[in-house]
């Protein structure tokens, strides 16, 4: 297979690659464009039937400040209102002033993180009449809030404060029957988040830093689910309650809601064992746009939750059940992620190479220990990775430089084949074959065998938030953004050309003219958005390519100079012609009239 064939396989992938993205699932052609909803949860009602009592206007707020974040609790619920980052770092711009809130949207009661429901969907002696309820703050200091609920059948206390560790809440529900009689009750404990369609949405490669998905650990797996695993058709699946939830198989270890750099992880430690749960809703306005319309409403995204779902529990008179749940709500970083134990490191998503990205990432930490900056890290690792890789690139190069020293041959094959492309091919075959070359095809494979290092480096470099709002350079305010004035994208396209440029021409002149100018094209293109991080890296990348690739053929040009490759080409004569002496020559071994190669 020629270069310029693998240059139009390489546009057939990135068409279908593109296709996925922007027509496949849930985004276009195939998604569900608003016809059919999802079944929503049974409706819980109060004994008389009604939904929910009446609010008051207004709501007791309780704060817990600690030295990384701000927590805002609401009496309506005793669930987060805010939780605002603190330090220069998580702000929602680079140099912003802006702290980011991992509360979103915090109006909506139903969707704020450490919400805890009681009610069961149905039946009689529950212990309490609404979800909804108005707590009381009963006691309030700088690390903690304390919430109690209290009626004729029911007293709940339930307690929120911090650890002392970075980002992490601890929540304590006692629920008490003050009834005569046994009540029930079941306790779930969400982490909730809301995003729109828009803000989730990439752009020529790069994943939105808001994309959310729900993640359920249990001892049986790990499952990241998105807005494409709850379409209407899903909830008729076995892993669905009848309260249209997805319940994970296996003991729960902790359910999560995710984005690429930040987490709100709820993690059970004393109480029934609870089911792990998730569900992602869709939302949008629905005063102002219709079901048919609502995926072209301003505000359409999804509801992500998942939730810790404990087991009915029926209680005595005066009898009581505590539960105890710890919270990590904050950015995912791997030390402090790995502090809170539990394997809630698996929150980051490193995709399907993970163990390979897993040291990657753990090499690149210790690099930055040794340099103090994450741009010369990942220069660093760049070159290593290079290095180590190096034994398997060789064979290409020094393919690609004995290919550049039959290039006469190679130019006279193509003009004399030219209308004749299955004769061409044979031909450069048997050039190929009588100098050693390695087969392009063959030569794939060096390169093949380098994929999933390379995949997993762009998968862990493009969600580690350890670049993020890191800068580099006078060029680069943030690593996990596009750099400024497109100077990355605009070097890398110009060193991809030059690159072209070193390799060895095939095929057509067309489809070397296609080659030499789409490759970098579509590097330029691909890194106008993509975080700077990964432009670092590709550009290092790159250099280092070309330095080999002239490296090695400088050195194979020193051990051949003085030699010719010595080529003769000449055509196959058709069986019977004779030579002008008379004599007959030798059979042809591809057949009458075809193509040679004689050295």
Sequence with gaps: MERGKLAQWLFIGVAILLAWQFLGPGGGLFGNKGGELQ????????????AEAPRPAEDLTCVIEQPDFDAVLTTQGASLRNLKLKGKKYTTEAKGSTPIDLVAPADVESTRPLRTDLRLPAGEAQQVPHNNLDWKLAAHDATSCTFVYEDAAAKLTKIVRATGKPY??????????????ARKHRLTVEQDSWRTKQETEGSLGRISEHMTEVVAATTETTERLGPDAFEPSDFKDKEFTNEAWRRSPGATRWVAVSSVYFAKIAIPFEGPAPFAESRIEEHWDRTRTSVENRTKDAYFGHVYRARLAYP????APQASQTYKVLSY???KDRDLLAAVNHGVTEVINLGTFSPIAKVL?????KLHGLTGSWGWAIVLLTITVRMLLFPLSISQIKSSAAMRRLKPEMDELNARYKDDPAQRGLALQELWRKHGVTN???GCIPV????????????????????????????????????????IPLVLGASSFFQQKLMPPQGDPMQQKMMQYMLPGIFLVMMLFLPAGLGVYMLTNTWLGIAQQVGVERYLRSKTEGTSAGIEVREKPSAGDKTPGGDSKSPPALGK?????RG
């Design 448 to 487: 093949l065998l380098q994929m999933p290092i390379w995949f997993a480096l762009y998968q862990a470099l493009q969600t580690a938030v350890e670049l993020y709002h890191v800068p580099f350079g006078p060029f680069i305010p943030d690593l996990s953004a596009e750099g400024k004035y497109f100077i």
């Design 361 to 365: 990432v753990a090499y690149l930490r």
């Design 312 to 315: 009915e529990v029926e209680l």
């Design 329 to 331: 709500l904050g950015p």
């Design 593 to 597: 009239g075809k193509a040679r190669v």
């Design 440 to 442: 392009p095809v063959l």
């Design 39 to 50: 079944p929503a949860p049974p409706a819980v009602t109060s004994p008389q039937g009604t």
């Design 168 to 181: 992490e809440l601890e929540t304590t529900m006692v629920v008490q029957n003050l009834a005569p009689e």
